[in-house]
Structures are given as structure tokens and as C-alpha cells.
């Protein structure tokens, strides 16, 4: 008999249902050379007589064997299955999963070509038990290529994260000759097997290629082992397969990989079990407590610096035992988004608590600043609202109490409250019954609160579909509305009795309700039937929904779900677009605005618009929006959210459209509408055709490129040298150039005017608003926003310590911060009243006017702000990454920089120290400059703007 080229090895307990579907996909392998080794672990089902029976149907091919007892887990089924296989490969699959067709062919094919001893493809997660049967690609970033390493030290995270034994192909000499078993009588035996396998292996291969598909059933009544962390056991298992593992790296001398593993550690597996501590007891927490403890005494405090904060956290405080900091902090884990801590400020720095600051490792783990708690409004914040008190009158009454954080104190004995209860259908668009609270009372660092909820009485679901039913409770602090799930954690709702409740449809379906935590750890109720009609209904009622029918009806309903979700699809809106809006007549007058992709009202934009309201224009205005709904923009505007249908048929039918950056890209312009493209800033950086990544596309993607800049009726420009770079770069043809400056500058012009005839400078309304002192200096920070090289936007961090700054020049200045707006920035409480976040102000125009000087790097804010000729400090600490990167720039702002160009904290410091004489020293070179990148700016942009397409005599015109 010829050796099989792979032999995989099915492993089954008590699975009789499910190992057909699993044998077969490995019979049934596009490589014929497959046996397949079906061993049962003394299984008390009919899983073996099913064994036995896919061995006769595939005789030579399938074969079937039992374990004498029953080993309790994965590993001694496995190795006795790799004893008995023949062929040259040996793969493994569990009996509820299933092989991709191409498996093993995919895997023999890169084994014999690399001669890899170990073959890894990618695991496919399949949520089983879910309607759309989603699909979770595990790890992908692994597999985006095929590689080969010659040791696991090349990549440790295939170490760390793909611990997985059955998305791989194992040469069998190698097993042998490595003396490689799974352990027997421990669970989570892949950890340790992959990573002896990884350890030993003298070549692993890495395949792009789906191999596994690991069907996840959340519902099932019996949950894996790997779902049953809620038993110590569990865990101690978990904590033993780990040492194992640091034992062999430490032997193999692989201390890299032991820090990586670390950092896996505290952010998933601790993290896993973490998630159960507030619904388990207070034995199991001890005991946990104690493992865990052990175990996180030898990671070194350096990889709590590469998990997120909330992770490194709560391992802290649980290696500090304080089940009271650690609770919270859980709940935060689970929840990503709530403040379950009421926060400590201290030195300037927000603390998580106000416990363990006096340990230096504390303090740093400890400290959130970064995450900006203290500068969001109350109204932002997703709350803590722990439930203190359940009880229950056994008939249809509930009394709840709990607390809601108060944050840093926000809320004052001053501050008027208010809330109410709510309880609202998890399905969307049903009903919302309100409940009043007896007391609400502010109690230092918690709002303290009680309701009473009559339920049998005010509680009406249909009792078909809500079924489950979130509460809230809905806190108004002086008009500040924030909403709080209630956290079950630390009530017991076990003695709690299900009560009765009045569906409006029949109570033959539901007559019953009772509470229970959601799987984030929230308060809910769930319908149930609990007398014999209801119980007979609902059994009548499952049978039912199983008919064809039933099945006929879902399919209707999915069917018009689809239809509905086609409807605003993307490809409908557009069709939809030119094949319908744009067929319908243009209505003059009417304009639509948009100023950076409808995320501000802002910019040269809003200065058309409001000259236009100033001289009296009739028009029809529409401004269009990003985000869940418009904030700072015109009352007096007909607003649409960008990319719904208003705003489609909007620009449609538009006489003109007025923007600053560019209208979705597939929309066609009709001739007849005007684009009047008003561009938002001079270009340092190389941009549109000359930029190296676009040159390197595809003709098609060129044209279509191409396609959208011609939509352009009309291209402001402020210098020619905006015409020898903006122009060119986007073949803009000549007459389309409007040589206007940019409106969003008059009032730059304006200021610098008054500013030279009075002698004066005159702050307005703004520093007031900012709590600026008359005698301080004000400075402007804007720099501008970084990307990868694939065009992805780099998050942004302040690269000078604003509190050296605060410290060395708060006597003298006060420093404004506005990060581009695809950025922002998170302020220490340490800087009060020195560095202000003024991000949030959409228009940096009356920002520049408010500034005495101006610190930058490349933004085109130094075009803008040169126009009132005043100071400005260039502060290039990566000039030569960015200047030097395959974009590239126009011009070496090094040479020409009208103002100090610093590259340094120290410089930059040094610079500001001297701000005045240096202003003294460069002013002829910011003349130069203005008259170079500005010599459209006259003031009078605005309004040579609306005369040209708005005015009487272009209005006579049309009428004619």
C-alpha cells in the first residue's frame, strides 16, 4: 500500500452529529493521497459506531480507533492518532470543524518546495450559531504573504498569537525525531505543543492560504474548555501550560520571545479570565488572585508598557489584591469606552485612583492623562452607574438603587439634577417605557439614585420579537444628558423572581419577566414564559418558525432587509444620482457649501457664504455635514448630512457648488452647474500628478483622477506660485484660475490694516472667551498632520513637553494648540491657563488674529498667517523624514523659512526666549514671503468672489 502523503488526524468525543460534516472535508481533498484517523475518546454517544461506520463507507482511506478511557482532553487522542498514521504529513482536526478543500494539497506543495518541517496556513473563526454565520480571519497580518523562517526568532508573534495546532501541516519524521507530544491530563495543550513545535522546527513555512475553518458555537449548551474560564481549574491549567512554555524559552536561551509572549499574556489570556472576576465569588477571586500573582511576579515591568492602559492596569491592581480599584477597572475592560473610576488629579497628572500613587510603578501604570477623560463635557462620557440594591415584591414591582461616577467632581452640590429610568427594546424602532426616580442626590465622588419600577402595570412589550430589554438610567446634569447602563457586578440576581407582565398582543406567548446580565455585565430583562398555556404556545410557536412556512416568511424578511440595505448602498446612491436626481431640473439659486468634507463650517467656504448673506444675495443655501449631526453651522442654511439622499439630490440640481477640498469623487458635475473650488491652503508638499505614488498608477487610475479635478469650473489661487504647483500638479487648465486670494483671508488683511493705522492691536471677544490675561503674550502652535506612505493618517503627539514650557515661559506666554483636524491632542490638567486645546475651533481664522506669534512646521498656515506680519517660529523636528520621504516638496523651507527654523526642543525654547528681536531680524523676509505666496490677498477676496457669480449685473445678465 502506498504512503499516504498526509495523514489527518480527527479527534472526536461525544460528537456523533457533527464528525461526518468533519471527516468528510478531509476525504473529500483536492489531494487524493489523504488518510484520514478518526480516534474517539471513549465517547458515551454513538460517536465511534459513526467512526466505524466512515471507515467501512471509505475503506483504505478512513480509519477508525478508541481510546480505552476517557483522557478529558485534546492531547492523548491526538498523539495515540499521530502513533497510528502512515502518511508523510500529519495535520489535526477536530470533529465540530472543517478542512478548506485545498488544505493539504496547499500545504504539501509548500512543504516539499521549502522543505519546512512545519507548514502554517490561515484559521478561518466561523460564528456558527449565528444567522449571517460570520466569518473572523485569525491573525491575517501573519499570513499576508507566503515566508519562510529558518528560525521562529525571525517572527515571534506566530509564537505569541498563532498557538493553534490545527491550521498546520507537521512533517511526521520531524515530530519523531523531535520527540514532540501533546501533554495528557492538561488542558490548553496547543500552547505548549506549538510552541515546541516553533522551538524545534529547522524551517517554518507561512501560507496566505485559508486551511481551517474553526466553527465557533456560543450557544452551546455545553460550553469548549476554552469557553469555561469561569472555573479556577481552568485557569490553573492555563497558568501551568505558561510556565511550561517559559521553561522552554529559557532553556533555548529565546528571552525575546519570552517578553513578546508577556505582552500577549497581559493582553489576552489575563485578560480573558479578568472579564468573569465581577460575576464570580469571592473564593474564586482569591484563588485567582493567588495564581495569577504568582505568575505576573516574573513579567518584566517593561511589557506593561505595550499593552493598552486599561490592560496594564488592571494586572497592577490585581497583583495588589484591591478588589475595590480592580472591579471597576474590569468593568472598563469589558467596556471599553465608561469611566468606571471617579479619578484622582494630583501634581498636575489624572490618576485611575487615588490609591498606590506612592509607588513609583503605581504612578506610572496608574496615571491616564493621555486618554483625556479631563477634558471631555459630562455629556461625552459613558459613565459607571453600578447597581447597589434589586429587590422585588414577587408579583410585578422592582426597587433599584445604584451610583454613577462623578468624574474629577464635575458635578457640584450646585449643579441641578435630574433622570429617569428607561427601559428600552434591544430590537430597534420598538417601544421605550420611562420610569421616575424616587431620589437622585449628589454624594461626593457618586450620584446616588433609587427608582421604584411597577412593571406589571407600565411595562407593555408585544411579547413576540422584544424579548430582551436594555435599562438605563438617564442622568440630566444642567442640561448635560448622558446615559449609564446599570452594572450588575456585586448583585446577586439569582434570588430574584420572574414577574408577571401584560404583553400587548397575547400573554399565551410571554406572561413573565426577570432580570439578567447581559454579556457585558449590564442590567437587563428578558421575557419567558412561565405558566403551561404560555410554555404550550411557545412550544407550538418553535414549531411553527421550524415549518416551511416559517422558512418561507424569514426568507421574505431577509430578502427585504437586503433590499433595504441595497437601497442606500453606495452603488444605489450613485445610480440613483445620475440616473434620476441629475435628470431632474437645476434649480437656480440654489448653492450647496462644504468646507473639509462637511466636517466644518469653516474656511474660505463660510466666508463666501457669509458675504453673501452681508450683501443681500438671494440664494437657496445648503451646507453639508459629516458625523451624527451638524454643530457650528448657519441656522439660516438648509443643512444635509453628506452622502444621504438630500444631499445627493441637493448637489444634483445645484446651480453651484462652492467647496474647499473636493465633492464625493464619483459624482459626475452637470454642465450647468458651477464648481467653484476655493482650495484650502498653498502647497509646500508635492501634490495630485506630481505626487511619485500617483505617477506609479495605472492609466485608468489616472484618468479617473483626472475626471474629478475637471469637474472644477473655477480654482482660486493667491500667488503664482500656487499656479506653478497647485495648477500644474492638477492640469488645471488657464482658465479656470481665479487669481482672487483666498476669502477666508480678508479678515487676516483686514486685522494687519487696522493694526498699522491705529498703532494698536486689538485682541475682540475671543481672548476673554479663553480666559487670556491683557498682559500675557499669545502664541499659536498648528502643525500639520503626518502620514504613513501608504496615505494613512499617523497618530499625533506633541513633540516638546508642554510642561517645561508652562514651567519656563508661563510668567510670559500663553500658548494656544489647534492640531489639523484629522488629528487631536490630549492636555495635562498640569498646563491650566498656560496651554490651551483649541482644536474644537473649526475656523483658525480668529485664532491667528487673537496670536501675537505663530510656532509651525509645514502647514500651510505660515501662507495665511505671514499676511498680518507677525513673528512666526518653524519648528521642523523631522524635516528631513518629511522633506526627504518619495513626496517630496516644492521648495526647501529650510532656506526660506521667514522666521527662526528650529529642529529641537531646546532650539525651539531658545527661540521663543528671543521671540522679539528675532521678530526685528526677519521681518523683510516675511515681506518677501507674503509677497511671493500672497500677492492675491488684498482683502477683498469675498467679495470679487460673490460680485463675479452673484452680483446685480451677473443676476441682469442671467436674466437676459
Not at 520531524?174 to 514532540?180: D, H, I, T
Not at 480592580?326 to 469611566?339: G, H, Q, S, W, Y
Amino acid at each position: 500500500m502506498p504512503v499516504p502523503d498526509v495523514s489527518v488526524v480527527v479527534i472526536v468525543y461525544n460528537d456523533a452529529e457533527r464528525l461526518p460534516t468533519a471527516v468528510r472535508s478531509a476525504v473529500d481533498q483536492t489531494l487524493h493521497g489523504v488518510e484520514v484517523v478518526i480516534v474517539d475518546d471513549c465517547s458515551t454517544d454513538r460517536s465511534f459506531a459513526v467512526a466505524q461506520e466512515l471507515a467501512a463507507a471509505h475503506p483504505g482511506k478512513v480509519r477508525a480507533l478508541q481510546l480505552p478511557e476517557n483522557s478529558g482532553g485534546c492531547g492523548a487522542p491526538r498523539n495515540h492518532g499521530v502513533a497510528h498514521a502512515r502518511g508523510t504529513y500529519v495535520m489535526f482536526l477536530d470533529s465540530d470543524d472543517v478542512l478548506e478543500p485545498n488544505a493539504c494539497r496547499n500545504m504539501l506543495d509548500a512543504a516539499e518546495r521549502t522543505g519546512a518541517d512545519l507548514v502554517s496556513g490561515m484559521c478561518v473563526r466561523v460564528h456558527a450559531d449565528t444567522r449571517t454565520k460570520k466569518t473572523v480571519e485569525w491573525y491575517p497580518w501573519l499570513y499576508a504573504r507566503t515566508r519562510t523562517l529558518e528560525s521562529i526568532s525571525e517572527l515571534p508573534d506566530l509564537l505569541v498569537f498563532d498557538t493553534l495546532s490545527t491550521n498546520k501541516c507537521y512533517r511526521r519524521a520531524f515530530l519523531r525525531e523531535a520527540g514532540l507530544e501533546f501533554p495528557v491530563g492538561i488542558h490548553y495543550e496547543d500552547l505548549l505543543f506549538s510552541a515546541q513545535a516553533y522551538v524545534a522546527a529547522r524551517r517554518i513555512t507561512l501560507i496566505p492560504n485559508h486551511v481551517y475553518f474553526w466553527n465557533v458555537f456560543e450557544k452551546a449548551a455545553t460550553k469548549s474548555i476554552s469557553n469555561r474560564r469561569h472555573e479556577i481549574a481552568n485557569f490553573a491549567h492555563r497558568m501551568e501550560i505558561h510556565r511550561r512554555v517559559d521553561e522552554l524559552l529559557a532553556a533555548e536561551g529565546l528571552d525575546d520571545l519570552k517578553f513578546h509572549k508577556d505582552v500577549k499574556f497581559l493582553k489576552h489570556d489575563l485578560v480573558l479570565h479578568l472579564r468573569d472576576l465581577p460575576l464570580l465569588d469571592e473564593g474564586y477571586r482569591r484563588e485567582f488572585a493567588e495564581m495569577a500573582n504568582g505568575y505576573l511576579a516574573g513579567i518584566a515591568p517593561e511589557a506593561y508598557e505595550r499593552v493598552q492602559p486599561i490592560q496594564a492596569i488592571c494586572a497592577y491592581l490585581l497583583g495588589k489584591e484591591d478588589w475595590t480599584a480592580l472591579m471597576p477597572a474590569v468593568d472598563t475592560l469589558i467596556n471599553r469606552d465608561k469611566l468606571s473610576t471617579p479619578l484622582t488629579e494630583r501634581d498636575g497628572r489624572v490618576y485611575w485612583t487615588d490609591r498606590h500613587l506612592d509607588d513609583p510603578e503605581g504612578r506610572r501604570v496608574l496615571d491616564v492623562t493621555d486618554a483625556g477623560y479631563h477634558t471631555r463635557p459630562l455629556g461625552k462620557l459613558f459613565l459607571r452607574n453600578q447597581l447597589t440594591g434589586y429587590t422585588d415584591d414577587g408579583r410585578g414591582t422592582v426597587e433599584l438603587s445604584g451610583s454613577v461616577v462623578n468624574p474629577l467632581g464635575a458635578l457640584t452640590p450646585a449643579t441641578p439634577l435630574r433622570g429617569r429610568i428607561e427601559l428600552k427594546a434591544r430590537r430597534r424602532s420598538l417601544q421605550t417605557f420611562s420610569f421616575p426616580l424616587r431620589t437622585l442626590r449628589l454624594d461626593g465622588d457618586q450620584v446616588r439614585w433609587d427608582a421604584e419600577l411597577d412593571l406589571a402595570r407600565k411595562l407593555r412589550p408585544l411579547g413576540v420579537i422584544d424579548a430582551v430589554w436594555d435599562v438605563r438610567l438617564i442622568l440630566d446634569a444642567d442640561g448635560e444628558i448622558t446615559r449609564t447602563r446599570m452594572t450588575v457586578g456585586g448583585v446577586d440576581l439569582d434570588a430574584a423572581r420572574a414577574l408577571r407582565i401584560r404583553p400587548r398582543l397575547t400573554r399565551l406567548v410571554s406572561d413573565r419577566v426577570e432580570p439578567a446580565p447581559s454579556k457585558r455585565g449590564h442590567l437587563t430583562f428578558v421575557l419567558r414564559a412561565e405558566s403551561r398555556a404560555t410554555r404550550s404556545t411557545q412550544k407550538l410557536l418553535g414549531e411553527a418558525l421550524r415549518s416551511p412556512a416559517a422558512a418561507l416568511a424569514k426568507t421574505g424578511i431577509r430578502k427585504a432587509r437586503k433590499a433595504k440595505r441595497e437601497l442606500n448602498s453606495g452603488e444605489t446612491k450613485l445610480r440613483v444620482y445620475h440616473e434620476v436626481f441629475s435628470k431632474l431640473p437645476l434649480r437656480k439659486g440654489l448653492v450647496v457649501f462644504e468646507s473639509h468634507l462637511g466636517k466644518q463650517y469653516s474656511d474660505s467656504p463660510r466666508a463666501i457664504y457669509e458675504e453673501m448673506r452681508r450683501q443681500g444675495v438671494e440664494f437657496e443655501a445648503v451646507w453639508s455635514y459629516a458625523g451624527k449631526k451638524p454643530d457650528g453651522f448657519p441656522e439660516d442654511a438648509t443643512l444635509v448630512k453628506r452622502w444621504s439622499w438630500p444631499y445627493l439630490r441637493a448637489l444634483a440640481q445645484a446651480e453651484f457648488w462652492i467647496d474647499n477640498q473636493g465633492y464625493p469623487l464619483k459624482l459626475t458635475k452637470r454642465p450647468e452647474t458651477t464648481y467653484v473650488q476655493t482650495w484650502h491652503g498653498s502647497a509646500l508638499k508635492r501634490m495630485g500628478f506630481d505626487e511619485p505614488r500617483l505617477r506609479l498608477q495605472p492609466r485608468a487610475a489616472k484618468d479617473a483622477y483626472q475626471e474629478v479635478l475637471d469637474r472644477f469650473d473655477h480654482f482660486l489661487i493667491r500667488s503664482e506660485h500656487d499656479e506653478r504647483t497647485l495648477a500644474r500638479a492638477f492640469r488645471l487648465r488657464p482658465e479656470v484660475l481665479l487669481r482672487t486670494g483666498y476669502p477666508r483671508n480678508d479678515a487676516l488683511v483686514a486685522a494687519r490694516r487696522a493694526e498699522e493705522a491705529s498703532g494698536t492691536r486689538t485682541r475682540g471677544p475671543l481672548a476673554a472667551a479663553l480666559g487670556i490675561p491683557a498682559d500675557k503674550t499669545v502664541l499659536l502652535y498648528a502643525p500639520t498632520f503626518r502620514a504613513a506612505p501608504n496615505g494613512q493618517v499617523k497618530g499625533f503627539e506633541l513633540p516638546f513637553d508642554v510642561d517645561e514650557f508652562a514651567s519656563r515661559f508661563g510668567d510670559r506666554y500663553v500658548l494656544l494648540i489647534r492640531s489639523h483636524y484629522l488629528n487631536h491632542v490630549v492636555l495635562p490638567p498640569s498646563v491650566r491657563g498656560t496651554v490651551i486645546d483649541v482644536t474644537d475651533h473649526h475656523d483658525i481664522t480668529p485664532l491667528m488674529e487673537l496670536a501675537d506669534g505663530l510656532i509651525t512646521d509645514y502647514s500651510s498656515v505660515m501662507f495665511d498667517y505671514a499676511l498680518l506680519d507677525r513673528p512666526m517660529v518653524f519648528y521642523a523636528h523631522d524635516y528631513d523624514e518629511y522633506a526627504n520621504e518619495a513626496r517630496g516638496t516644492y521648495f526647501d523651507l529650510k532656506a526660506t523659512a521667514p522666521g527662526p527654523f528650529v529642529e529641537t526642543e531646546g532650539e525651539l525654547f531658545d527661540a521663543l526666549d528671543r521671540l522679539k528681536s528675532a521678530d526685528a531680524e526677519h521681518r523683510e523676509a516675511r515681506q518677501r514671503f507674503t509677497a511671493t505666496y500672497g500677492e492675491y490677498d488684498r482683502g477683498d477676496a469675498a467679495r470679487r468672489v460673490v460680485d463675479r457669480f452673484f452680483g446685480t449685473a451677473e443676476r441682469e445678465g442671467d436674466a437676459k
